[in-house]
């Protein structure tokens, strides 16, 4: 199971300006499972069919988040 709740991980993403699909298809760039032992369920092996990359939750962190040297140079921005 996901470290951290879905509802999150989607938040994350669209906050990112993604965009969050419920289906694996060609035309989805990432697929993001949970950490830890190798996922076989049916939505990783159709990323796999489909050349999607499969990425941690870690690794979303890492692409998403800003470092704290970002933060600190202003390239991360909130609204109020």
Do not use: Q
Not at 11 to 23: D, F, P, R, T
Not at 44 to 58: F, M, N
Request: charged share 20%.
């Amino acid at each position: 199971t996901m470290s951290t709740k879905r509802d999150n991980i989607m938040l994350l993403i669209e906050y990112a300006s993604g965009y969050v699909s419920s289906a694996v298809s060609s035309s989805v760039d990432f697929l993001v499972v949970p950490s830890g032992p190798i996922n076989e369920s049916k939505k990783t092996r159709d990323a796999y069919k489909y050349g999607v990359k499969v990425i941690s939750e870690d690794e979303l962190g890492d692409m998403i988040l800003p470092t704290s040297d970002e933060l600190t140079m202003g390239v991360w921005a909130a609204s109020h």
